[in-house]
T-cell receptor, first 114, second 110 residues
Framework: DAGITQSPRYKITETGRQVTLMCHQTWSHSYMFWYRQDLGHGLRLIYYSAAADITDKGEVPDGYVVSRSKTENFPLTLESATRSQTSVYFC?????????????FGPGTRLTVT | TQLLEQSPQFLSIQEGENLTVYCNSSSVFSSLQWYRQEPGEGPVLLVTVVTGGEVKKLKRLTFQFGDARKDSSLHITAAQPGDTGLYLCAGADAGNMLTFGGGTRLMVKP
């Protein structure tokens, strides 16, 4: 199906483990984004990518790594998970990076770090 | 980092009532978007405003961008249970990345 998908939808992991969250979009959008959503903080940008092989830090990048070898995929890796990374993670894509472009969000991944 | 403050954080009203949600900042934004999010789903764009003083209407929803492009409001007329959800404003900064407000959680009771 066309759209933007995330996997897994739910993940429980232990402190110190590496975790990768997957994001796939079928629109060939140039821009892709990773956000985390926590109560009281709204959505905070972790990393974004303007095109394949081009990534840049957002507001809260520490402890996360991204890559974008293909336009349609934008995985987010937590190299050594911490309890403070318990959150709901949203991937989004858009045609452009400007504020006038709509961002299309995936359904989210709820990550719990024990 | 530019901050966007949304108020109120929570709002519970009866069907048929009117309400206004506010989004305020000390920073100027090049544009501002409003999203609506339902439980278990990602946010969905409602509107984008780009000009100071701009007013946009979407059925019973009226969006206004402040003259100085630092604030915005969302007014819902005759709210319905289907309007229940989390409303998020997001401002675009000079780098064109979006900064989201903390959200307003709206519940409309039948």
């Amino acid at each position: 199906d066309a759209g933007i998908t995330q996997s897994p939808r739910y993940k429980i992991t232990e402190t110190g483990r590496q975790v990768t969250l997957m994001c796939h979009q079928t629109w060939s959008h140039s821009y892709m984004f990773w956000y985390r959503q926590d109560l009281g903080h709204g959505l905070r940008l972790i990393y974004y990518s303007a095109a394949a092989d081009i990534t840049d830090k957002g507001e809260v990048p520490d402890g996360y790594v991204v890559s974008r070898s293909k336009t349609e995929n934008f995985p987010l890796t937590l190299e050594s998970a911490t309890r403070s990374q318990t959150s709901v993670y949203f991937c989004a894509s858009s045609e452009g990076g400007g504020g006038s472009y709509e961002q299309y969000f995936g359904p989210g991944t709820r990550l719990t770090v024990t | 980092t530019q901050l966007l403050e949304q108020s109120p954080q929570f709002l519970s009203i009866q069907e048929g009532e009117n309400l206004t949600v506010y989004c305020n900042s000390s920073s100027v934004f090049s544009s501002l978007q409003w999203y609506r999010q339902e439980p278990g789903e990602g946010p969905v764009l409602l509107v984008t405003v780009v000009t100071g003083g701009e007013v946009k209407k979407l059925k019973r929803l009226t969006f206004q961008f402040g003259d100085a492009r630092k604030d915005s409001s969302l007014h819902i007329t005759a709210a319905q249970p289907g309007d229940t959800g989390l409303y998020l404003c997001a401002g675009a900064d000079a780098g064109n990345m979006l900064t989201f407000g903390g959200g307003t959680r709206l519940m409309v009771k039948p």
